[in-house]
């Protein structure tokens, strides 16, 4: 078959292209080991190809999952050579796409590995980087979703997990599930001022003004230097 043709033409010429084309074939028929053999040979080939080093890691963490350290490495080493070759002010349009794909595909990798091992705080900050460079991308959406649904199952009566919740779900535009988390959030916590603020903001754009004037005041109250608390407050009076 296919992957037998590639197998071949990668141990004749040698070539990182080939390799890459073989390490898919074989992890796309269950040869994980031979895929993770093929993938080596690729970067060792071509070293600085992220999306060749992303795929590398992936192997190990998703389908040998073995040697985290090393695949964690991996990752690290995508995310940079691709946020550097991203930099570049040379770059077409074209190729940063398609480096600032292979990059971010890195740092979500990278943040469930984090989350694997129970870090949760440095897959929470990799999510959330992820999120302000590309804000739409529902695999890191649900992410922080889930890793926010199993630290509330750990422990409910953390306010600040409610509302990061409530900011997952209403990303992904879930907006009375959000009302409710930042609700929990405000339960558990009456003087959570992002809370009051975020819940101010998905009450007035459902047409509840006088709610939404009510939160943004709380939030002004506990904290009053919040300066978006203040604008909001202003848009919703005039």
């Not at 490495?73 to 550097?84: D, I, N, P, S, Y």
Request: proline letters at 3%.
């Amino acid at each position: 078959g296919i992957r037998d043709v590639f197998g071949r033409l990668a141990k004749r010429f040698d070539r990182p292209q080939w390799w890459d084309n073989y390490a898919f074939f074989c992890r796309e028929s269950g040869q994980d080991e031979e895929s993770n053999k093929a993938y080596c040979r690729c970067i060792e080939l071509a070293p600085d190809h992220a999306r060749w080093v992303n795929d590398t890691g992936l192997i190990l963490l998703y389908h040998l999952d073995r040697d985290l350290d090393h695949a964690q490495q991996l990752f690290e080493r995508a995310w940079e050579v691709r946020k550097t070759a991203c930099d570049n002010p040379v770059v077409s349009n074209e190729d940063r796409d398609d480096k600032f794909l292979a990059y971010t595909d890195a740092m979500l990798n990278l943040a469930k590995l984090h989350g694997k091992r129970g870090e949760v705080d440095q897959a929470r900050t990799i999510v959330d980087e992820l999120l302000t460079l590309s804000p739409g991308r529902s695999d890191a959406l649900a992410l922080k979703e889930a890793m926010n649904r199993h630290a509330i199952e750990k422990n409910p009566s953390n306010s600040w997990t409610w509302y990061e919740l409530g900011n997952a779900l209403r990303d992904k535009g879930q907006t009375n599930e959000a009302i409710d988390c930042y609700r929990a959030a405000l339960t558990r916590d009456p003087a959570h001022a992002a809370a009051h603020n975020n819940l101010g903001q998905l009450l007035a754009g459902a047409g509840r003004i006088e709610e939404a004037t009510g939160h943004y005041r709380e939030a002004i109250r506990h904290e009053p230097d919040f300066a978006d608390a203040h604008y909001n407050l202003g848009n919703a009076l005039r």
